[in-house]
């Protein structure tokens, strides 16, 4: 299988532990991903606070590099780019005149039938019957799925799983032998766009879904957005300074999760890259049936 | 050479707002028959009605065109006018410049101009309309009530204690509708049992009223004063005559756990069953989903049981037929579940429960026996929280009007609430009080002032358990816009009320219009409440809209009084917009070639066939005829006859082409 | 739209309730007022005015108002995580009307001074992608410090970890069309003034 | 209004469209003042001659406008109707009469506001294709 791809700034530099995951999960699956040429940054969250136009504009050239390159359906890891994408998508759909101010803006064609593929969506048919893989080593843990804004909002436009309380990312982690709780916070915003310019803002809202996790009994928190996992993963210390509290919660990438069970190495699924230390209790809570108990805890390899 | 008459009404500003009248009826006066026109203010009033009568008999008009509302407003008034002044009515036609001129287009030349247009259609049709003569067809005095509501039983009642037969369906093993189920009403607070069950059995004990209970309609035919109707009597697995309501069989049945309809799911039933003690009639149903000898093929303890051997396990539906004359739709309302809101959990949380839930929670007949008692482990709850406008006003619910009831309701609940449980806490979420109506206001005021509820002006934008608490998320918009947290012990959304699942299809069968939320149409929203657009079918209740028990009752009797009126007499004259099948002079007699593709199409078998006999009786032709009494004027066999032989009167070919003509 | 000639034209508010119709096709008379975007917005306990209160000052369209909310801090606070959207019962589109009022206040150089920050790590951003196509984090930093020399030393700590566990590239993407971004600006620039 | 003002003949059923332009107006919503509404019991009433002759008349577009499917106040006329429009359809086609110019649409008695985008659409659709000669020619040149 062949697929189109755009991995989005953040993927070469913080998040680059997701691309290295979803590379190797997507070699394991038989998945060929390929890289749209020439791909430009979408503009993410700075872009619409300034200019629309050019919030539209950014991702536009995206798709029509993706369309001029024949690409049908492209994966789009991160959950910021891939709102953004299919934002503009759907409002050049909808417009007419805005559509062709694009066109003459980034010089090229554009029809707009290239189909967008999250994360989830991806990894669903990665651990779908068809794709044949099976799950070496259960993901026996307790885990909070953190779905953030970017996967479920604005519903009308993205129209993926359900807006309050999605299930998407919970069935993927029963598949490899999780077991995801049940928590409110699912879709809360964790501050992404002021990450930089407002550290205290973003230390709270983050600490606020650390928190209900923890208290839930999570021992991970599972994520497919680079930006939430920046925040969840790297604000430890300006929330231990603003609340006193120290939350030890490993935050890992959708995809290392699956890579873990599907055998692949920690290495490979850049696990060594977090702050966080990715360990998990001495004893892991056994993963409801059918799936058999986790024999290894991924943690003991863990280097550094 | 015809004469006709125009006259233009101003409807106050309403038409001369953006017409200019005076101009209309001087161009009108200039088109060829027309021998007058004239405006004034008000035409529907009786000076405007005198100055038509006036110019028939001065002007000796033939033909009368009152350029003013639309016909479905006034058409009658203005007809009835010209009657009396000696003109046909049917040589009088109404020109709409009001709906579909003046209040949809800006004042301006081509308004004046189409408003023009459209009279100048109108004198072409009517100086081709021909005198016409009311049809007499008999009325069959017996009246067809679906739904055994509160509506329902009201106009059932009004009906037979006129005089009338009155056959009463209704789709519950029980009648009582949704009413049975409240605890006490609003304003007065009385228990809602108590005034309802004493009607529910004047219902079952009336001389004059047959009750189907758990039976349904299933196809209507015909038309006013003469409707044919089947309904279907679902098969109760029960002999009702041997049957003598012990209850025996409830008792042995060993499925106890089937969830409560009665009890908004919050009791549990058996699988055979009656809903309530005050069930009318008082007769077990066996659910055929739920009875293990259905689902296993064994178990029959009931009928064992039974001292009366009523059990009928072979029972099976029965069709049965009526003649009617008339027939009133009070099939009620649904609401919507707590699992059609995301934001609030989609019902995952046991305590977060509907206001009828709510109501069975407080009635003494109830589950708790008025007990407040949160469903998920049955402990008092000590803060209460009250949701307004669950899914009312809620475009993105698609429901944007208004449910009517909840604001009392919820006051209603919250005072209920305080009354049993004097330290607990209760908050009301709302966005406006709507309390138009007798004693309201001060209900509310005395739910917040002597009661002690507290009331914060917000909607709730979330809801989420925590602790064995429901955390509610609000805002006071009174407070700036603050956002208000409240960790609630239960939560009671008033959902919004909607239009029964099946109210579609009801509308279809009665070929009434409804509207998008499938509420049923009523035929004017202001002067003709209680009718339909089908004469002969009348509206009760909150199957029309929302509506709270007073008005629903008061509609109830609305409709009964139009079936008395219809009942009145044992004939009544409908409109004679029928079909007509063409005569010559011998040696042809008729244009018809007895294709006979309009008896084909025509929906009401109204079309026979004639045998054309000279005087020794040998057959000369056969030629389609159309029968009066059957024939609804639909027209669909004028459009399809190939030798235009047929022709539709009030809608002919010569009157419907010079319109068109005249565009 | 040709009909638009004979079709109503009644008179809509003028001032900024006006721009924003044609800019978004969003009216603000849509909203009554129930408050549940407050009530969900992670951010309101923060904000100068909870979002329903700066639909309030538009909805008012009295002189005064309209400058307030484009001068607020709720406009740079809002984070676009759309909630008030996905739950709003009217469907206001208030994360695009807040994109709105930043680019209106942007224009009119109404800004709220703490917005100082927010706003210049948004330059730092997009002059990043302008210039290299792609957005180049280290750069984005260090210029975005250039201009908040008070966050001078903010997260440096952080810098050698996320260096060691190579998350920092220390050089920048430079792509083949990066000359046809920056037209896009350029270009997105002029239209934007002609405005 | 310099621009060409097309002439829109509506045949419309009394229950359904009919009732429906009334609530449009009873609403008081503002739509192109075109259309000139001739009322019929029912489209199953609509002889399809008389699309033919209001062309010829000199109108320019035609709705023709009933009950949605099923809810016809004579159970079965608007089928009728559409069966007929369906064959109707290619013979103007055949005729090379552009078929743009002619509407077949349901509009429910509570569908107001569809009532007044319908006019609006069509009027615009028709004034885009401007105005219509051609058929009156053929018609004057004895074909018809």
């Known amino acids: 299988m062949k697929w189109g791809y755009f991995p989005g700034c953040s993927l070469l530099g913080s998040a680059r532990e997701l691309r290295e995951s979803l590379l190797a999960v997507a070699g394991k699956a038989g998945i060929e991903l390929q890289e749209i040429p020439d791909w430009n940054c979408c503009g993410a969250t700075a872009a619409h606070n300034v200019s629309r136009l050019l919030a539209v504009a950014l991702p536009g050239r995206i798709l029509a590099l993706a369309e001029k390159a024949g690409m049908k359906e492209v994966v789009v890891p991160c959950s910021a780019c891939y709102n953004r994408l299919a934002v503009a998508r759907h409002e050049l759909a909808a417009d007419e005149h805005l559509r062709e101010q694009v066109k003459a803006l980034v010089e090229m064609d554009y029809r707009g039938d290239v189909k967008l593929v999250n994360l989830l969506e991806m990894l669903a048919i990665v651990l779908g019957k068809d794709a044949g893989l099976k799950v070496e080593k259960p993901f026996a843990h307790q885990v909070a799925c953190y779905y953030g804004c970017l996967l479920v909002r604005p519903p009308k436009v993205l129209k993926f799983d359900r807006p309050e309380d999605p299930q998407a990312m919970d069935e993927l982690m029963r598949k490899i032998g999780a077991e995801p709780i049940a928590w409110p916070d699912k879709v809360e915003c964790c501050g992404a766009g002021l990450s930089v310019s407002r550290t205290d803002l973003v230390a709270k809202l983050s600490s606020r879904i650390l928190a209900s996790a923890v208290k839930r009994g999570a021992e991970a928190m599972i994520v497919a957005c680079p930006m939430c996992h920046a925040n969840l993963d790297m604000r430890r210390e300006d929330i231990t300074r603003l609340t006193g509290e120290h939350y030890s919660l490993p935050v890992v990438y959708l995809t290392q999760a699956v890579g873990l069970a599907l055998g692949l190495s920690e290495k490979d699924l850049g696990l060594h890259r977090h702050l966080v230390k990715v360990v998990f209790p001495a004893q892991p809570k056994p993963a409801p049936p059918p799936q058999p108990p986790a024999e290894k805890k991924p943690a003991e390899a863990a280097e550094e | 050479m015809s004469r006709i008459g125009v006259f233009i009404c101003h409807c106050g500003e309403n038409i001369a707002g953006t017409v200019d009248v005076v101009k209309a009826a001087q161009a009108a006066a200039q088109f060829p028959g027309v021998v007058q026109g004239a405006e004034y203010k008000y035409m529907c009033s009786d000076p405007g009605q005198s100055l038509i009568k006036e110019a028939i008999r001065e002007k000796k008009l033939t033909g009368v065109v009152v350029a003013a509302c639309s016909p479905r407003m006034h058409e009658p008034t203005f007809r009835r006018a010209c009657a009396e002044a000696g003109l046909n009515p049917f040589l009088c036609e109404m020109a709409n410049i009001r709906e579909h001129c003046s209040w949809v287009h800006e004042k301006s030349e081509a308004t004046t101009r189409k408003a023009t247009e459209l009279i100048r259609i109108m004198v072409e049709k009517v100086k081709r309309n021909k005198p016409l003569y009311p049809i007499k067809v008999p009325v069959t005095k017996t009246a067809l009530v679906l739904g055994g509501g509160i509506a329902g039983i009201q106009a059932a009642l009004d009906v037979a204690n006129a005089g009338h037969q009155v056959i009463l369906v209704e789709k519950d093993p029980s009648i009582g509708g949704h009413m049975l189920q409240l605890s006490e009403t609003f304003p007065t607070l009385d228990c809602s049992q108590c005034i309802l069950t004493p009607r529910m059995v004047e219902v079952a004990q009336h001389p004059n009223i047959t009750l189907y209970s758990y039976s349904e309609l299933e196809s209507v035919e015909g038309f006013i004063g003469n409707f044919k109707v089947k309904i279907r009597k679902k098969a109760r697995g029960v002999d009702e005559k041997l049957c003598t309501g012990c209850g025996i069989c409830s008792q042995k049945c060993p499925k106890k756990k089937i969830p409560s309809e009665f009890d908004a799911g919050l009791g549990k039933r058996t699988a055979i069953y009656v809903p309530c003690p005050q069930a009318i009639p008082n007769k077990p149903v066996i659910d055929r989903a739920n009875c293990t000898y259905y689902l296993k093929g064994k178990c029959k303890a009931c009928e064992k049981f039974c001292p009366r051997q009523a059990i009928r396990f072979d029972q099976k539906d029965e069709l049965v037929e009526a003649e009617v004359g008339a027939i009133v739709a009070a099939t009620g309302f649904d609401i919507l579940q707590t699992r059609d809101f995301p934001e609030y959990g989609y019902g995952q949380s046991q305590d977060i429960i509907n206001g009828l839930q709510f109501e069975r929670l407080a009635s003494a007949s109830g589950p708790t026996l008025g007990a407040i008692k949160r469903p998920s482990d049955g402990k008092e709850p000590e803060t209460v929280v009250f949701i307004a406008c669950a899914g009312s006003r809620d475009q993105a619910k698609g429901i944007p009007y208004c449910s009517k009831i909840c604001c009392m309701y919820t006051a209603k609940h919250a005072m209920l609430y305080k009354h049993k449980v004097h330290h607990g806490k209760a908050y009301v979420f709302y966005m406006d009080i709507r309390a138009g109506g007798k004693m309201y206001e001060e209900f509310v005021r005395r739910a917040i002032e002597e009661d002690g509820v507290i009331y914060v002006r917000g909607r709730v934008s979330r809801i989420y358990e925590e602790d064995g608490k429901l955390v509610v998320k609000g805002a006071d918009t009174l407070l700036g816009a603050q956002p208000v947290e409240i960790r609630a012990d239960l939560v009671v959304l008033a959902t919004a009320m909607v239009a029964n699942p099946d109210a579609e299809a009801l509308a279809q069968k009665l070929r009434v219009s409804y509207d998008p939320y499938h509420f049923l149409s009523e035929a004017h929203p202001k002067l003709r409440p209680v009718e339909t657009n089908t004469g002969g079918i009348f509206l009760a209740g909150a199957c029309q809209a929302p509506k709270d028990i007073p008005e629903a009752v008061a509609q109830a009797s609305g409709a009964a009084a139009k079936v008395s009126a219809l009942f009145s007499s044992s004939e009544l004259s409908r409109e004679p917009v029928i079909a007509v099948v063409n005569r010559t002079a011998p040696p042809i007699f008729s244009t018809c070639t007895a294709c006979f593709l309009c008896e084909k199409v025509c929906p009401y078998q109204a079309i026979e066939r004639e045998e054309i006999k000279d005087r020794k009786g040998n057959v000369l032709k056969v030629a389609a005829k159309v029968n009066q009494g059957l024939c609804q004027g639909c027209g669909t066999c004028v459009a399809l006859c190939r030798v235009k032989a047929i022709d539709l009167q009030g809608f002919s070919n010569e009157q419907v082409y010079a319109e068109m003509m005249a565009v | ?195 | 209004m310099a621009e060409f003002q097309p002439k829109i003949v509506a045949f419309v059923c009394n229950w359904c469209t009919y009732a429906g332009a009334d609530l449009a107006g009873t609403s008081r919503i503002k739509y192109a003042s075109n259309v000139r509404i001739i009322r019929l019991p029912c489209t199953g009433r609509i002889d399809f001659m008389l699309l033919l002759k209001a062309l010829d008349q000199g109108a320019d577009g035609v709705i023709v406008s009933g009950c949605h499917p099923n809810d016809c106040h004579y159970t079965a006329g608007n089928f009728h109707a559409r069966r007929r429009w369906i064959v109707f359809r290619s013979l103007l086609d055949f005729l090379g009469l552009d078929t743009r110019r002619v509407h077949f649409a349901w509009v429910s008695a509570a569908e107001g506001a569809k009532w007044a985008q319908l006019v609006n659409s069509v009027t615009e659709e028709v004034q885009r294709l401007g105005p219509y000669h051609d058929y009156q020619k053929l018609a004057g040149a004895g074909v018809e």
């Open chain 3, 1 to 195: 739209m040709e009909v638009k000639s004979h079709l109503s034209n009644r008179p809509l508010n003028q001032g900024l309730m006006l721009t924003l119709k044609q800019a978004s096709g969003q009216s603000v008379a849509r909203c009554y007022q129930c408050g549940k975007c407050s009530a969900g917005c992670p951010l309101s306990g923060e904000m100068d005015y909870p979002p329903s209160q700066i639909l309030r000052m538009l909805q008012l369209d009295l002189p005064g108002l309209e400058e307030k909310a484009l001068g607020s801090q709720t406009i740079w606070l809002c984070l676009s995580c759309e909630t008030c959207l996905a739950r709003c019962p009217q469907e206001v589109d208030l994360p695009r009307i807040m994109d709105f009022l930043r680019e209106e206040s942007l224009r009119r150089g109404q800004a709220h001074p703490s917005a100082k920050r927010i706003i210049s790590f948004h330059r730092a951003f997009l002059d990043s992608v302008e210039f290299t196509g792609r957005l180049f984090e280290v750069g984005l930093i260090a210029d975005y410090k250039a201009r908040q020399p008070q966050s001078a030393f903010q997260d440096v700590l952080m810098a050698p970890r996320l260096f060691l566990r190579g998350k920092l590239s220390l050089i920048p993407h430079l792509i083949p069309g990066r000359s046809a971004v920056a037209r896009i600006f350029r270009k997105v620039r002029e239209t934007e003034s002609k405005k």
